[in-house]
């Protein structure tokens, strides 16, 4: 027997509608590209966003067609979001840091027909054109004054196009499940692969990110998303702060501790997100100038691991409150995020920061557990580390064109590729990527929590940990460090400050010293290169065994 | 191009079972129907739900079966609700304020299988137990020690049933379409009609109940509803509350003001919910005793409209945040919650108070408009009245059996039969039933804030007013009022109190005096009952007219 409830399908078109309806006065504050402060509201934008769908129809895109964005976060790259969207287009967000290569790959396998980006990009999209076969022209997100030059061909105005329309249109009729988004993972194996978000899962996410205790946006917060939206869905920001009418705004290309924080002080911002690099940033501008954000109430900190002294002195000296999230592309992207259950709040600080640093608890809609090596589930006890799996309405089934074939195990859990800890409170602490915990004599060492310890050393400057292949153990741990310039440190002084701090079979074999640490295009250590460079090191201890 | 994420549907077994995985440990406390408090944890419902879905299974029941409870807010209530609707039947709250006939009526027209009910109860079934040819057990919510005696045939003990089971149950494999619950709307005019509720309407119900601009529930938080879950779904708190974590405080059977206050403050409540007449047994007590509520921050009122000086008690008087709340059976029941938007917190207190009498904002999944008489949108400047219309995921789109026919307009609103103003805010204000408004020469008078106005006189202890036919209006009010007793009102002191309040065309053409109002099962006036009794009145000013 089917219920009897409305037939009322979840788009994200019913978030602006909604924004439009009952938040119509509030603000969308952007730090243009051109400079200036611009101002508009949730009224203009659902104007616009039409305004544009109508311009994109005019284009000749029609439903399911897929346009790409390359562009930072600004109301008019907020605009072409639910302006692609709601014609029933797919908005494929471009992440400007890719290689050359990548961006060739990612724009032909996605087939864009269109490409909005901001001028901060030409070089960036004139390097790639030449390649990009299918893409029938380009859209420069800005007005007519401030049209660059280009060699580009088939060139729009961003705002000529969208001005020169009415704005009477009527959002697609969509289906729930039809897709809206597209973004790519950053691959640090294998060519990048597609996550195709639906209308559906943005909204049931978006649901999800507002409930009081995950981000929890109200009408009254003002929040600032450093996160950008061409990463990860700007953590469903475009989506939540909309449907709960919270002001939003928007740093555009600057991202330095100066420009976030004159943002965050004048537009008395109360929630933000970001980068754990970012914050250090701000931390350091706040320091260095002696200021305070007496507005801000709540920091987000995800996409890495958020440093103990980074949470320590976010609530300590600016009596923020930071709220660890942990997620990625493919879950759209939130899985946990680090609200405090009944008594925590009363517990000493240090037990808080013991909180605060795990990655936080699974938030409703998120299914999470974590396995060994052949499925069999682990305990939640908080010590067992094992692989992190997930099922939810916001997770990838799989990717784009049937890539990476089929990504689910039988009872539809998707594998993280992380490794991590579940204690009995529920909260998650990420052990290490799977790839990269290191295999001795059948136990598991996490790379990610050596290279915390070796950081805490007071010259080194950045630390990566890889398994190097030994005959007794099978893998033991390399310790690559970045010294500080001139300090002199010594393979001794690292392991000297390690000891007692960690398991004493965990202690490496080994510490190099170099001058640069690879990373990726989002700015995690690149461990497969790190191996390739180093598959050949033999460790003092391996000869030793033999 | 349909989006590639993970077909995950929306049931509420994921809600409890997200419960159980990340809240084990978080209690529900009972004031059991049979005196004692009783607590438990989600990890127990979750068990013992299990248990009660065998039970049943046991019993022949099976997907799509009706299974009715009549009980308090405990915790076998909440274990029944999700036993019931984990093995894929529907559960039907029966409320057992209603009339044998219409009781009758309701069990069997839902086909209903059983009945679940409270020792309190056993007088009620009995009652009408030979009227209920298909009903095949009575299972009572009680230990085998606390098992009443009865002339009721097939009798359970729901203790021993469910003990009996070892809980090793997998929840049905149900489509999120699939109904789950089922509540009659009281029904003023005609028969109740039964609105069927589905798994995917009481997910999306919590979720956007979870929102934290509307119950914004925390897993910090603890939670009585006093709103009974016979009654519109209990406002969603046995969803949400399991959804993020809360503890539930459940009041079995006692609503007094003494009784509430008890667990308020010895369970350190935080949120509550409840109609106006609670509020006032609450205060009552909380005045006669001199006490305080420490940690409750945040009271919801809905059902009926709540007084102002009842808003300004517990905001002035008891430092807690009233929130407004409005709804209906058909609406699963929350449409709107008066969470402020910026700049409302720094207002002055009384206007303030202005904004928290109205009944709030649509949270995020409701639409919302009002209409004039043909259909003609309003404008939502807050003096315009007119038909609120809602449509929505959880809103109804038709009644079981096909009862009332086609109840959605071409565009798929739902009347609320309702009157409402909306403002430029987007806050909605109820001005009356739309059957009760009084047509006075082609304008509307509202029948509610007449009513409201009356009772302000300290001899007035209650009123109504109906439209009388009038000659040269169509209708004029007439002010139906239950003096004082000994206070000798006069009809001239009642105007004269209200005159300069209310536009002077609103004023009543007539007062007369009585004994009794009559009121339905849910304590709303039964208009239709008084329309009847003075549909032979004759206005003084028709007689003028003439």
Redesign the interface.
């Known amino acids: 027997?089917?219920?009897?409830?409305?037939?009322?399908p979840?788009t994200v078109m019913?978030?602006i509608?909604?924004a439009n309806?009952?938040?119509?006065?509030?603000e969308i504050v952007t730090r243009t590209v051109e400079g200036p402060i611009h101002r508009c509201t949730y009224s203009d934008i659902h104007l616009r966003a039409r305004k544009c769908a109508q311009a994109l129809q005019k284009l000749g895109m029609k439903q399911?067609d897929v346009i790409a964005t390359m562009a930072w976060n600004t109301h008019r790259h907020m605009e072409a979001w639910y302006g692609i969207m709601g014609m029933g287009a797919?908005c494929h967000t471009l992440n400007p840091r890719l290689f050359a290569e990548q961006l060739t790959y990612i724009i032909n396998h996605a087939e864009d027909q269109f490409i909005f980006f901001d001028t901060t990009f030409v070089p960036v999209i004139e390097a790639v054109a030449d390649t990009l076969p299918n893409v029938k022209g380009f859209i420069i997100l800005t007005d007519k004054e401030h049209m660059p030059e280009t060699k580009l061909k088939n060139v729009y105005c961003y705002e000529e196009i969208v001005e020169a329309e009415d704005g009477n249109f009527e959002w697609a009729d969509v289906?729930e499940?039809?897709?809206?988004g597209l973004c790519y993972t950053s691959g640090t194996t294998g060519n990048p692969k597609g996550?195709?978000?639906?209308?559906?899962?943005n909204v049931?996410h978006a649901?999800?990110a507002?409930?009081?205790?995950a981000m929890?946006?109200?009408?009254?917060d003002?929040v600032l998303p450093v996160v950008p939206m061409f990463h990860a869905n700007a953590w469903a920001i475009a989506f939540s702060a909309p449907?709960?009418?919270a002001?939003i705004v928007m740093p555009g290309a600057n991202m330095d501790g100066e420009s976030i924080y004159e943002l965050l002080s004048t537009e008395r911002v109360t929630v933000t997100a970001a980068v754990p690099t970012v914050w250090l940033m701000l931390l350091g501008h706040l320091e260095a100038n002696e200021v305070k954000l007496p507005d801000l109430t709540k920091v987000i900190i995800g996409g890495s691991a958020a440093p103990r002294s980074m949470i320590e002195a976010f609530e300590r000296d600016y009596d923020v409150t930071v709220m660890h999230a942990w997620g990625m592309t493919e879950m759209?992207p939130m899985g946990t995020l680090g609200?405090?259950?009944?008594g925590?709040?009363t517990l000493p600080f240090e037990e808080q920061l013991d909180i605060k640093v795990k990655q936080g608890?699974?938030i409703?809609?998120v299914?999470?557990k974590i396995t060994d090596d052949d499925g069999n589930d682990l305990p939640s006890d908080g010590v067992a580390f094992g692989h992190l799996m997930v099922?939810?309405?916001?997770?990838?089934?799989?990717?784009?064109k049937g890539e990476g074939g089929n990504i689910?195990d039988e009872d539809?859990w998707?594998d993280t590729g992380d490794v991590a800890t579940l204690d009995?409170?529920?909260f998650m602490q990420i052990t290490d990527r799977a790839k990269d915990v290191i295999k001795s004599g059948g136990e598991w060492i996490s790379s990610i929590e050596l290279e915390n310890t070796a950081v805490g050393h007071p010259d080194v400057v950045e630390a990566a940990v890889i398994g190097i292949l030994h005959p007794k153990w099978d893998e033991r741990p390399l310790l690559i460090v970045i010294p500080k310039e001139g300090s002199g440190l010594t393979k001794e002084s690292v392991l000297e400050y390690m000891d007692g701090k960690i398991a004493k079979w965990w202690m490496p074999d080994d510490v190099v010293f170099v001058d640069e640490i690879p990373h990726t295009a989002t700015g995690k250590i690149q461990k497969l290169t790190l191996r390739e460079q180093f598959k050949d090191y033999t460790l003092p201890t391996a000869t030793a065994a033999e």
Not at 216 to 220: H, T
Not at 339 to 342: G, I, L, P, T
Not at 391 to 400: D, K, M, N, T
């Open positions: 027997m089917k219920g009897l409830m409305q037939d009322w979840l019913s978030i509608d909604h309806r009952f938040h119509a006065e509030r399911g797919v289906d499940n039809d897709a809206c996550v195709l978000y639906s209308h559906r899962s049931l649901l999800a507002n409930g009081a205790d929890g946006m109200r009408s009254v003002t449907a709960s009418g002001k759209s609200s405090f259950k009944a925590m709040e608890r699974a409703y809609t299914e999470m099922r939810g309405p916001a997770v990838a089934g799989g990717y784009l689910l539809g998707f009995p409170l529920g």
